[in-house]
């Protein structure tokens, strides 16, 4: 008497516990799309005027933290023979074709 009772509500339950899952976790992805933390990830990324002047003159870096730049804010580069890309003066092998410099 109750066999195809229960064999109905375990069928109803095991196609929709799965649909409601899903539609649950649309909503979180959704919600976390909308957070001030991804639109703050997404921006583009604006240099405050009182940010270290020498970030914005040099665009490398060393392990070291020491900057790679003339007196007059350009980068120490060394241009590939390959290609002809500009690379940092420390770099090994070109960022561009990855051959040997």
């Known amino acids: ?8 509500a375990l069928s109803l339950a095991l196609s929709l516990v799965p649909t409601l ?9 959704e919600r976390l799309r909308d957070d001030d933390l ?11 005027p009182d940010a270290n ?3 914005r003159q040099a665009p490398w870096r060393g392990a070291d933290g020491a900057t790679y730049a003339t007196a007059d804010g350009n980068a120490v ?3 590939c023979p390959h290609c002809g890309a500009a690379n ?6 070109c960022a561009a074709c990855l051959r040997s410099l």
């Open 1 to 8: 008497m109750f066999a195809p009772v229960v064999d109905l």
């Open 38 to 48: 991804i639109s703050q990830w997404v921006a583009p990324d604006e240099v405050s």
């Open 53 to 55: 002047p020498d970030a």
């Open 21 to 29: 899952l899903f539609l649950g976790l649309c909503r979180g992805l």
């Open 77 to 79: 580069t060394t241009d």
């Open 88 to 93: 940092p003066q420390y770099a090994d092998i």
